[in-house]
């Protein structure tokens, strides 16, 4: 699933960035991936699919 539009960046890539990076927020996450410097529709969501991968880990 699609979670940034205007970067294609995906849930998947977003749960390996926390799995392998240590990412644990959207800032850490910025430092790796463009996502959300376009639109910032998508941060939202991809703060939730940060959480939920912490919590399933
Ligand atoms: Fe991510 Fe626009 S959808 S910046």
Redesign the pocket.
């Given at each position: 699933m699609f979670?940034?539009?205007?970067?294609g960046?995906t849930d998947k890539q977003i749960k390996n960035a926390v799995e392998t990076h240590g990412v644990g927020n959207m800032r850490e996450l910025k430092q790796i991936m463009?996502?959300?410097?376009?639109?910032?529709?998508?941060?939202e969501l991809?703060q939730e699919v940060i959480d939920n991968t912490i919590i399933d880990e």
């Open positions: 979670v940034c539009m205007c970067y960046i463009a996502l959300g410097s376009q639109c910032g529709k998508c941060i991809a």
